[in-house]
Structures are given as C-alpha cells and as structure tokens.
C-alpha cells in the first residue's frame, strides 16, 4: 500500500509540476533550457569520443595486434630548453636504410617496412588539387597494412629499388581529378610542398581509403616508393620511421628486444648509454591516446556541468515561487494529515520533473548531433546506452539536490500559519 500511495502521489507531483511550468513559462524554460544545455553536451562529447574510440580501434586492428613501430624520437609531452641536455632525444641520428636492411635479417622479424609523410600538389589537365597527402613506403606496405584495392595494382619490388615515378591514388584523389574516368594508366602531375621538385607520375592503382580519426578526413593521398619521394619529390628522410612485424610465432617483445640490440650494435651504443630511438607499442599509442582524450572529456564535462549549475539555480528559484504561491494549500494538505515526508516527496518529485524535461530535450538534440557528426564527418558518433544513463541520472541528481532545500521549507510550514498566509 505504500508503494501504491507513493506511486499516486509521484504521478500527482508529475501533474503540479507541469501546471507550474505552464503558469510560470519563462522561469520554467531557463531551467529546462540549462539542464538542456549540460546534458546535450555530455551526450554529444559521449557520442563523439566513442566514436573516435571505435574508429582508434578499427585502425590499430588493422594494422595488426603485434605491430610495433621504430622512430627517431619518442612520444614525448614536454618542453624543452636552449640546452641539449633537457631533451636528449633532439639529437638523436635519423633513421637510415641500412639499418632497415639489417633488421629485416633478422630472425624474429617479419617484415619491416619504412614510411615517410609529405605533402604534395596533384594535377591532370586542367584539374589542380593544392593541398594532398603524400606517402613514400617500401613494396610490402600491402602486407603489413593491406589497402582496399577498386582499380589496377601496387607498385612492385622492382619499382620500389628503381625509383620508378609510380603512384597508387585513393579514391579521393581519383574522383577529383579524373571525374569517373579510369585512372589507372594515366599520368598526374606531382609537385612537392617542400621544394620546386615534382615531375609526372603513372598511377598504377586506385585504394579505399578508410579513412578515420588518426588519419583525418577525407582528403587526396597518393602513395609512392619511398625512393621515388625522396628523389622526385625531394622529401626530407630524416623523419622516416618504421613499422615492424614480428615473424610467425615471435612474440612482440622478443622481436622488440632484437630490434634494439640490433639498432643500438649498428650505432655502437655502449650499455650505459641511452638508446639514441623509440620503440613504440600500440599500448603505448594507445596510451597517450587516452591521456589527451581523458584530459579533454574531464574539460567538457566540467564545461557541461555550469549548465546543469545554471539549471539547478532555476530550479531552486522557480521552487521557492512554487512554495510561497501555494502556503495556503500546503497548509490545507497538513491540516488534512499529509506528513512532512508527503509534502517533501511532492516537491522533490516536481523538481525532478523540471530537470528531466530539460534532460530528454538535451538528450534528443544530442542523439541528433551524434546522427549528422556521423553522416557528415570520419567520426562514427553514436550515442552509448551508458551515456543516456548518465544524462538521465545526471537531471535527477539535479533535480533532486537543488529542490531539497525548497522541499525542506515546504515540508516544515507550521500548517496554522500557513492557512492565515495570504
């Protein structure tokens, strides 16, 4: 029977409050409309950062679990000073081909491929694209990270030794330039960002790119024997880095082991110096993803909350009005023998209507950003279940800290005087 008559009287606090938002319209939407803006942006940050974390995922599975990479620098958040001495590894040597020759020999490696970023301008005829990614990487660049291929082929191991002026486009790059058109067989013109090096070009393939967060949105990549963007293009190989994979039935860490008795053998690196590289997992990637992006959720939920703050300052105002327009039918309440506790509940439970309009409006407008981020940008957005929880809890917890106080002064009216207020 309790339960029933709590059931009864949440329902009839459900009815009172939405009479009181009707009544007092302006001060009821600036409540809603805060509690709306904090859950909004805790709904849209959830949906984006999960979307991002799919997206993380997807990429680093498909470059493989065991895939380690080799870099000149480390993965560092630090700043440095005039001196050598506060960050060492600005001296350290770039990494060279021959030191990729001797770790492809060794036994518990795999494959080793190099890879070099640069930018670059394409064009074919009349059509000119200023701004494209541009990728030189040795011939196994399809086994250790296989492209989705919709037209022709790679560029071969002989190309890659030869230099040859070859290129595989992605499907951007094809689209903008040829319109439709077969591209395989054609000649573009490159030209690089860096110098006035370029020359023509014969796309040999056309790739999906899958693009996604790490590798930003869509935009033209070409992708190029190493050789030929260091030669044609005039690319800079001191950033080159490596990606390596550990032969069949080598663990990661054994083959990261070899890799760095190898590297520091070649550069005569005594036992108690530091090694002159970096080696860096996926984890660690991984790692340092989740430390920037913590960082920035932990911003925008502190964002997120003023508006629940601005919400909450409503609901304790729009509250109070609510307590003082209806002393008289408070006290009639208690003259008929409703409890402290009942007058209590009967306001908490208006205040947390209040709230949870504000919430599914947010929520709402949120799913609707999540929709559009996901059809319009490389984010798969999608609201998680966890997220609809936590606004939902969120405007309760609201509602129900900021109209305790009103509740309590109502719940305490002495019912005689409140039967005399006018």
């Known amino acids: ?6 059931a009864k009287m949440s329902f009839e606090g459900v009815g009172i409050a939405f009479e009181a938002m009707k009544a007092n319209k302006v001060r009821a939407a600036l409540t809603i409309l805060g509690v709306a803006v904090g859950v909004f942006v805790v709904v849209v940050i959830s949906a984006a950062v999960h979307g991002i974390n799919e997206s993380v995922a997807q990429q680093f599975e498909s470059a ?7 870099q000149r620098f480390p993965i560092v ?3 440095c000073g005039d001196s050598g001495d506060s ?3 600005r001296s350290n040597p770039p990494i060279a081909f021959s030191e990729v020759a001797a770790l492809e020999r060794l036994p518990s490696v795999g494959l080793v491929g190099a890879q070099q970023g640069w930018g670059a301008s394409l064009k074919y005829r009349d059509r000119y694209l200023p701004s494209a990614s541009a990728l030189g990487t040795t011939s196994n660049w399809p086994q250790i990270n296989p492209p989705e291929m919709v037209d022709g082929r790679v560029f071969t191991e002989q190309e890659a030794r030869n230099a040859s002026r070859v290129v595989v486009i992605n499907d951007v790059a094809a689209e903008r330039l040829f319109s439709g058109e077969p591209a395989v067989g054609k000649e573009i013109m490159l030209a690089s960002r860096g110098s006035a090096r370029g020359g023509p070009f014969l796309v040999v393939g056309v790739y999906k790119d899958a693009t996604g967060f790490l590798s930003g949105p869509e935009r033209p990549r070409v992708v190029m024997p190493i050789l030929s963007l260091a030669r044609h293009l005039g690319a800079n190989m001191q950033w080159m880095g490596l990606v390596v994979k550990p032969a069949d039935g080598v663990t990661p860490a054994i083959a990261m082991d070899d890799v760095q008795a190898a590297l520091r053998g070649i550069r005569g690196l005594r036992p108690s110096r530091e090694s002159n590289f970096a080696i860096i997992t996926q984890d660690r990637l991984l790692d340092v993803y989740n430390k920037i992006f913590g960082m920035f959720f932990l911003v925008m939920i502190a964002l997120s909350s003023v508006g629940l703050l601005v919400g909450g300052v409503g609901v304790v105002a729009i509250m109070m009005i609510s307590v003082t327009e209806r002393t008289r039918e408070i006290g009639v309440r208690k003259a008929l023998g409703a409890t402290r506790l009942t007058i209590l509940w009967q306001f908490l439970v ?3 209507t209040l709230t949870a309009t504000g919430a599914m409006i947010g929520l709402a407008l949120g799913w609707v950003v999540a929709i559009i981020v996901k059809n319009m ?3 798969a957005a999608s609201v998680p279940p966890l997220a609809v929880v936590a606004a939902l809890a969120m405007s309760a917890v609201t509602g129900i800290a900021f109209g305790m106080l009103p509740a309590m002064r109502a719940a305490k009216l002495d019912p005689v005087a409140a039967l005399r207020h006018e």
């Open 77 to 79: 958040f630090e700043n």
């Open 350 to 352: 208006e205040a947390v």
């Open 1 to 6: 029977m309790k339960f029933i008559d709590k």
């Open 377 to 379: 940008t490389p984010i």
């Open 64 to 70: 493989g679990p065991t895939t380690f990479f080799v």
């Open 87 to 89: 960050c060492k590894w």
